[in-house]
């Protein structure tokens, strides 16, 4: 893929005789983030538009999740980031990104007048480019404006909906649609807040993420933080480490700090925290996951917050690797039988994520990963299963076409 590269900020050229649908996406966050499973969703959904003829301009600012999430940046970024305050553009083929360059990447530290500087921006944009629809997610002050903003010019606005997070009935006020990715997610919004958004599935483009070759040895975990399992995982890499050295975890730091964590978790119940476990390989954030994946036997995914569609799932799904879940969110239905689900005490999903099960319960669950080493043909049937939920769960020909869908009464009647 193409590395993006900055282009000088010009006015936009003259409006073409055959007018195509344009789409607006407009947030404070980066969509270049690789450390945000939302903005790589939120992108790739924007490229399968423009691939399918629409117009699409996007307006962000250099806020990042984590640091880490940088990796998609020219070379000669440290240059232009270094202009504070400026709209820099950056060329990510076939989509544009117009970006407020923000003294801090981290959204909390955005300034009054940087969020100011970024509605002028969209505002502008607005003007300018006169989109048929406004797309976006989040539920802060800004993002509220931005759907109030559509909604005063008579565009209808969609809001991009990946978490369990939110309540109340402000955030979508000023919204024509609410999407999102599963369908368990769906359902629990209709529940808790009576809304119906829109399931239209993972925007994964499989050549992106699908390793050329599988030597399936390694057990993987990705992104360790709290919320997503790790003090699960180094409980597993603990038991294991003792009774069989030889399974080897791989460890991909998009965000959150392994090591600080792991000094947590191992000195739980009183005991010495550890510098480093012996079983596990600590990977850096990556743009490129495919040698990871071809790495991979099994991804773990214990996650004890909602998740909604866990694009890591999905990418495990589209390589033929079984996934191991806890029996939450949209987890269960992003991997189909392509895998296993796990119950945990209830403490265990209650913030800050803290509390651990006592080893003794995390025994059968070593037991089925040694089993799923030892035995050919039983990790076969679940390599096949797997192969199958990539396949057609999570073809992304047929996403774009259920957004598509979702979109077209509003562009039309707009």
């Not at 924007?46 to 940088?70: E, M, W």
């Not at 955005?110 to 406004?134: G, I």
Request: charged share 25%; proline share 6%; hydrophobic share 40%.
């Amino acid at each position: 893929m193409a590395k993006p590269h900055i282009k000088k900020h010009k006015a936009m050229p003259a409006k073409p005789q055959q007018r195509k649908p344009r789409i607006l996406w407009a947030n404070a966050f980066c969509l270049l983030d690789t450390s945000s499973g939302a903005s790589i969703s939120a992108r790739e959904m924007l490229r399968q538009l423009a691939f399918k003829g629409y117009d699409v301009a996007v307006v962000g600012a250099t806020v990042f999740d984590s640091d880490k999430g940088i990796s998609r940046f020219p070379e000669n970024w440290d240059k232009a980031a270094s202009e504070k305050n400026k709209i820099v553009q950056v060329v990510d083929s076939p989509l544009e990104h117009k970006l407020l360059v923000t003294k801090s990447s981290k959204r909390s530290e955005m300034t009054s007048l940087e969020e100011d500087r970024w509605y002028s921006l969209y505002v502008q944009t607005l003007d300018a480019f006169k989109p048929d629809l406004v797309f976006f997610y989040g539920g802060q002050t800004l993002d509220l404006l931005i759907s109030d903003e559509a909604r005063q010019r008579g565009i209808p606005s969609v809001a991009y909906l990946v978490n369990g997070n939110y309540s109340g009935k402000r955030w979508y006020r000023d919204v024509s649609l609410i999407i999102t990715d599963s369908q368990a997610t769906a359902d629990f919004y209709e529940r808790q807040e009576g809304i119906k958004p829109v399931p239209v599935g993972t925007f994964i483009e499989p050549g992106t993420v699908r390793a050329i070759e599988h030597t399936r040895k390694n057990l993987l975990f990705i992104n360790p933080s709290l919320e997503k399992g790790a003090g699960i995982v180094i409980q597993l890499a603990m038991l294991l480490e003792k009774k069989r050295a030889d399974i080897q975890f791989e460890v991909v730091e998009s965000r959150g700090n392994w090591h600080s964590l792991l000094q947590q978790i191992t000195s739980y119940n009183g005991a010495s925290p550890r510098e480093q476990l012996d079983n596990v390989l600590l990977t850096p954030n990556t743009n490129d996951m495919r040698p990871i994946y071809g790495r991979a036997r099994l991804l773990l995914a214990p996650s004890l917050w909602w998740e909604s569609g866990s694009r890591v799932l999905a990418e495990a799904m589209l390589n033929a690797v079984p996934a191991i879940v806890t029996d939450r969110g949209g987890s269960p239905e992003m991997i189909g039988n392509g895998g296993m689900k796990i119950q945990l005490p209830e403490a265990c999903h209650e913030k800050p994520y803290t509390s651990l099960p006592k080893l003794a319960l995390l025994q059968p669950l070593v037991d089925r990963i040694i089993q799923l080493y030892d035995d050919e043909v039983f990790y076969n049937d679940y390599v096949a299963r797997a192969r199958h939920v990539g396949e057609t769960l999570h073809n992304m020909a047929n996403s774009t076409q259920r957004l598509i869908q979702a979109f077209h009464p509003l562009i039309k009647n707009k």
